[in-house]
C-alpha cells in the first residue's frame, strides 16, 4: 500500500502528557498537511510543509503543537501536555504541487486522540 | 467565520434515485473545488475535483457543478448506491494564490436506503 500512512492509530492519554503522531506520506509528494477533525466539523487546517519548510501555521495551533518534517519525507506532530480539549481525529494529507495544476490532497486513515 | 458551507447536515435518498449535495463558499479568491467522501473511522477520501475554468466535471456517477456567479458547487451521484452512505465534504482552495491549504465545509451524512 503506498498511500499516507499515519501511526498509532489510536492514543489514548491521560491529561497533561505528552503524545507524538508520526505521518508518512505518499512517496513522490512534496507538499504535507496536518489536518484536526472533531465531531461534527470538517476537517481544520493546522499546518503544512512544502518539502521540509514549515509553510503555514493555523491560529488553531497552539505553542503546545509542534510540527516537524526534518528530512522532508515523514513528518510528526507533538503535543505537550495535552488537555481533553486535544481530543480529536488528527489527519495527515500529502499532495504533488505541480504548475498550473490543482492541488489534490490524500488523506491517511488518521489517529484518534482521547485525553482523559 | 465559515469560507465553505455545507447547509444540509444530511440526506436520504432511495437506492437507484439521485443524489444532490450543495456546498457555497464566500471567498471569491477560491477557484479550485472537490468533493471527498469519508466512512467513519477513516480518512476522507479524494472522489472528484473541479477547476473555476469549467463549469462540470464528470467521473462515472459522480458529477460536479459549478456556478461560479452564485458561488455555489453541487455534487450529483446517479445512481445512488447503499454503499455511497457516508459523509461528504465540499473543499476549495486558491490555486491562483499559491495553492492555499484545503478549506473544508462542515460535510453532509447522506444515507441511501435500499
Known amino acids: 500500500d503506498t498511500g499516507v500512512s499515519q501511526d498509532p492509530r489510536h492514543k489514548i492519554t491521560k491529561r497533561g502528557q505528552n503524545v507524538t503522531f508520526r505521518c508518512d506520506p505518499i512517496?513522490?509528494?512534496?507538499?504535507l498537511y496536518w489536518y484536526r477533525q472533531t465531531l461534527g466539523q470538517g476537517p481544520e487546517f493546522l499546518t503544512y510543509?512544502?518539502?521540509?519548510?514549515?509553510?503555514?501555521k493555523s491560529r488553531l495551533l497552539s505553542d503546545r503543537f509542534s510540527a516537524e518534517r526534518p528530512k522532508g519525507s515523514f513528518s510528526t506532530l507533538e503535543i505537550q501536555r495535552t488537555e481533553q480539549g486535544d481530543s480529536a481525529m488528527y489527519l495527515c494529507?500529502?499532495?504533488?504541487?505541480?504548475?498550473?495544476?490543482?492541488?489534490?490532497?490524500?488523506f491517511g486513515e488518521g489517529s484518534w486522540l482521547t485525553v482523559v | 467565520d465559515q469560507q465553505v458551507k455545507q447547509n444540509s447536515p444530511s440526506l436520504s435518498v432511495q437506492e437507484g434515485r439521485i443524489s444532490i449535495l450543495n456546498c457555497d463558499y464566500t471567498n471569491s479568491m477560491f477557484d479550485y473545488f472537490l468533493w471527498y467522501k469519508k466512512y467513519p473511522a477513516e480518512g476522507p477520501t479524494f472522489l472528484i475535483s473541479i477547476s473555476s475554468i469549467k463549469d462540470k466535471n464528470e467521473d462515472g456517477r459522480f458529477t460536479v457543478f459549478l456556478n461560479k456567479s452564485a458561488k455555489h458547487l453541487s455534487l450529483h451521484i446517479v445512481p445512488s448506491q447503499p454503499g455511497d452512505s457516508a459523509v461528504y465534504f465540499c473543499a476549495a482552495s486558491a490555486q491562483n494564490s499559491g495553492n492555499t491549504p484545503l478549506v473544508f465545509g462542515k460535510g453532509t451524512r447522506l444515507s441511501v436506503i435500499a
Open positions: 494529507a500529502s499532495s504533488l504541487l505541480r504548475l498550473n495544476s490543482g492541488n489534490t490532497i490524500y
Open positions: 512517496s513522490e509528494h512534496n507538499r
Open positions: 510543509f512544502q518539502n521540509e519548510a514549515q509553510l503555514e
